[in-house]
């Protein structure tokens, strides 16, 4: 079974401030995926990173897959109530699943 | 488009009882996957299926079966119900396979008593 480790697992903040969730796994993945998840609703994807050393931006998230596509970071520059969810990343490897970490909870206070 | 839909929101069961949550998607996506939800635990995989016909056991899958008669329903169903499947319960859809997006449906809460 691959693992996904996800850090820290809550995070609270106040508006305007940085933060970064980490993704780590001792295992290779194809791809990985991140997703945020709103109360009472299914999660909705943000980006799919593929290559290793990969960088995306979406506005104010980057995403950075690692070199030996183990492990994924999400930096959020100046953070607004509406970052405020629940942050999984999902790594597709092996057997053709796809495994979620446990999921970073972010709470952004105005 | 409706993407994926759910029904019932909301269960609750009694332990023994046996249920089907019900799972569509009109994107024509070969790909359908369930998971369970749980506090601390992110999203487990439970069962899968890429294409009709076919279907696959998941990381969870004791306690619960399915089928895939159509592209697009994925019927989940529990066979004889227990406190320990007490959770919140997503399927989702995606075009080819797990490194696809996954679209998910609003999800199904589900209490065993």
């Known amino acids: 079974t691959q693992l996904l480790e996800q850090s820290p697992q809550f995070l609270s903040i106040q508006e305007g401030e940085n933060l970064t969730v980490y993704c780590n796994s001792s295992s290779v993945f194809s791809s990985l995926q991140w997703y945020r998840q709103e109360p009472g609703e299914g999660p909705v994807l943000l980006v799919t990173?593929?290559?290793?050393?990969e960088v995306k931006k979406l506005k104010r998230l980057t995403f950075q897959f690692g070199d030996a596509r183990k492990d994924s970071s999400l930096h959020i520059t100046a953070a607004q109530t509406g970052d405020t969810g629940l942050y999984l990343c999902a790594g597709d490897g092996s057997a053709r699943q796809l495994t979620f970490g446990s999921g970073t909870q972010l709470t952004v206070l105005p | 488009n409706a993407g994926v839909t759910q029904t019932p929101k909301f269960q609750v069961l009694k332990t023994g009882q046996s249920m089907t949550l019900q799972c569509a998607q009109d994107m024509n996506h070969e790909y359908m996957s369930w998971y369970r939800q749980d506090p601390g635990m992110g999203l487990r995989l439970i069962h899968y299926s890429v294409g009709a016909g076919i279907t696959d056991q998941g990381e969870v899958p004791n306690g619960y079966n399915v089928s895939r008669s159509t592209t697009e329903d994925f019927p989940l169903r529990l066979l004889s119900a227990a406190p320990s499947q007490t959770s919140v319960y997503f399927c989702a859809s995606s075009y080819s396979g797990a490194g696809n997006e996954q679209f998910f449906g609003p999800g199904t809460r589900l209490t065993v008593l």
């Open positions: 990173v593929v290559t290793g050393g």
